[in-house]
T-cell receptor, first 113, second 114 residues
């Protein structure tokens, strides 16, 4: 089955700096790659996603890149702000699995003012 | 819409007791997912339903766990008997009418089994 590895497990940056979180997946049939943000005491919330027919997607300060050949994808947050502090999860799924997501282990991002 | 609703938000019980967690998905969503989150194992999918029918329960840890979805607006996850290692945060999520849609998570139920 699918396996998703996520690095780093913790990341500390200064406000205004960029943050990058990387994930690799094992199953080449995976074609959907969402990123979720989880704030303390809350459920995860989708922040951006990418499908396998696209190499890059951007939404304001957040961007995701996908390298299908290498089977890895990354989350880029620019101009980080204290409110970006949270745990971020990558995930992968195959379209024929009915939306079944396999999550990475999570990255705890801390943005210091 | 109120989003995905879960109850209770916190549950403390003793080993051996039955625990029932409840979820109300977003109206109109066809998919419902149950996840468990722990520090050791991260976020794990336990089971998911499509149009009230269980599709994949391969993540259910053992026979002590069972889930039902009697109608489109209600699902339960039951643990009987509960054990200390079941202590975790349990999330319910729902998504729309096709695969690979955004999953909307509820606030979770924090379960502590003493």
């Amino acid at each position: 089955g699918e396996n998703v590895e996520q690095h780093p497990s913790t990341l500390s940056v200064q406000e205004g700096d960029s943050a990058v979180i990387k994930c690799t997946y094992s199953d080449s049939a995976s074609n959907y790659f969402p990123w979720y943000k989880q704030e303390l005491g809350k459920g995860p919330q989708l922040i951006i996603d990418i499908r396998s027919n696209v190499g890059e997607k951007k939404d304001q300060r957040i961007a995701v890149t996908l390298n299908k050949t290498a089977k890895h994808f990354s989350l880029h947050i620019t101009e980080t702000q204290p409110e970006d502090s949270a745990v971020y999860f990558c995930a992968a799924s195959m379209g024929n699995q009915g939306g079944k997501l396999i999550f990475g282990q999570g990255t705890e991002l801390s943005v210091k003012p | 819409d109120a989003g995905v609703i879960q109850s209770p938000r916190h549950e403390v019980t003793e080993m051996g007791q039955e625990v029932t967690l409840r979820c109300k998905p977003i109206s109109g969503h066809d998919y419902l997912f149950w996840y468990r989150q722990t520090m050791m194992r991260g976020l794990e999918l336990l089971i998911y339903f499509n149009n009230n029918v269980p599709i994949d329960d391969s993540g259910m840890p053992e026979d002590r766990f069972s889930a039902k979805m009697p109608n489109a607006s209600f699902s339960t996850l039951k643990i009987q008997p509960s054990e200390p290692r079941d202590s975790a945060v349990y999330f319910c999520a729902s998504s729309g009418t096709s695969a690979d849609n955004e999953q909307f998570f509820g606030p979770g139920t924090r379960l502590t089994v003493l």
